[in-house]
């Protein structure tokens, strides 16, 4: 099998499992219990959190552990918007992911809020000017994530995040899938609040983070205990914090520099070859400010369901689109928000690299994807 769908997930890494294995066994206490097996737990995720905020360029009590980049953003959405006291305007970008986009929606429905939608160029690229033209007295929160899961398009966000702070309001990015392969620290970039989710670096499905500002007000979407200094209630998720830690360590600078090189080049490779050879094949997203990973196509006159399928009957694992959508027929709103046609939408095809794909692994793949286009364009 060749594995090219490592935006929807990525197996836990051999580290990181041993790194979550003492906790999920000999070391199982609560970390809010006051005995040794408690307080060694408690130190544990003390442990963790400082490590991921060294990762993040921000404060051990920024760092708010959740259970996915869904919870970091609904977190951050919600929570930073009605924490706010400036008014009730949320300025988002036209591709977000459904995280953010029904978060906002959430606001709108129950709380009243005005919501002002960026768009995008044909390339997926939010216009500054237009992002810095939204902003209002009344907004409480500016989002626009760091690399889209569809398209891969990078946005500048430390420029959007100057405009949102110009005029006083908080920025928010969703850097999902930016983290491991772009610079996701909050000084480097100036953000107020970045999510980040565990299955996309190496650890578990179910472990996220939220890295939120301290001086900013955050009102909790989960309540209870208390536990992460009030912003998430609930038992901490000691072993898996641990396990995010840990691949964050992996995830040095140096080695995301690397591998984000060395997977650039094959991905433009594979980019070049495609266009080249399948008939009418079309890129999605940007040519050069994408995420080193993505190569996203649309083959017009096919349909990207059925090039998948075909794809897997060749051993090659891919995406019709984003996972997250997973069961909908409809088109992807993010091709949409580019100006695709409803027809060309549903043509998408998602190849996203790891860190260890290889040369041979993207030219088998390619051969696979000229046959299965073939294929299904001759079946009508
Ligand atoms: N944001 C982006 C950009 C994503 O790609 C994803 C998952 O694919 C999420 C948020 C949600 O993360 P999780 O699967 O951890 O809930």
């Not at 990525?10 to 307080?39: C, I, Q």
């Not at 959190?49 to 970091?72: H, I, Q």
């Not at 997250?324 to 998408?348: K, R």
Request: hydrophobic share 45%.
């Amino acid at each position: 099998m060749i594995y090219l769908d490592a935006a929807a997930t990525t197996p836990v890494k051999r580290e990181v499992l041993e790194a979550m294995w003492p906790y999920l066994t000999g070391d199982f206490g609560n970390p809010s219990s006051h005995h040794g097996v408690g307080e060694s737990a408690s130190r544990a995720l003390a442990a963790a959190r400082r490590t991921l905020a060294e990762w993040l360029g921000c404060r051990p009590a920024e760092v708010v552990f959740t259970s996915g980049g869904t919870e970091a953003d609904n977190l951050a959405v919600k929570g930073i918007a009605l924490g706010n006291p400036r008014g009730r305007h949320v300025v988002l970008s036209a591709i977000e992911h459904p995280a953010v986009v029904e978060s906002v929606d959430f606001l709108r429905r129950v709380h009243g809020f005005e919501v002002s939608v960026v768009p995008v160029d044909p390339d997926g690229l939010v216009d500054p000017d237009a992002f810095a033209a939204a902003l209002r007295p009344d907004t409480t929160l500016a989002t626009a994530m760091y690399a889209n899961n569809e398209i891969g398009t990078v946005q500048p966000v430390a420029r959007l995040a100057e405009f949102a702070h110009a005029s006083g309001v908080p920025f928010h990015t969703d850097a999902v899938q930016a983290a491991g392969w772009l610079d996701t620290r909050l000084d480097a970039l100036g953000v107020d609040a970045l999510s980040l989710s565990g299955h996309k670096l190496g650890a578990p499905k179910g472990i996220g983070v939220l890295a939120v500002r301290q001086r900013l007000p955050l009102e909790p979407v989960v309540h209870g205990g208390g536990q992460e200094r009030g912003h998430r209630s609930g038992t901490e998720n000691v072993a898996f914090a641990v396990g995010l830690a840990a691949a964050a360590r992996l995830a040095s600078p140096a080695e995301v520099a690397s591998a984000a090189a060395r997977t650039t080049a094959l991905r433009d490779e594979f980019i070049a070859g495609v266009l080249a050879t399948v008939p009418g094949a079309q890129l999605t997203g940007h040519p050069s400010s994408r995420l080193p990973s993505v190569a996203s196509f649309c083959f017009p006159g096919t349909s990207g369901e059925a090039v998948l399928l075909q794809l897997e009957e060749r051993g090659v694992i891919v995406s019709s689109g984003s996972a997250c959508a997973a069961g909908s027929d409809d088109p992807s709103p993010v091709l949409l928000a580019l100006g695709l046609s409803p027809q060309v939408a549903q043509t998408a095809v998602r190849f996203t690299l790891t860190p260890d794909t290889t040369a041979d692994e993207l030219h088998a793949a390619a051969d696979a994807l000229r046959a299965s286009v073939a294929e299904v364009a001759s079946l009508g």
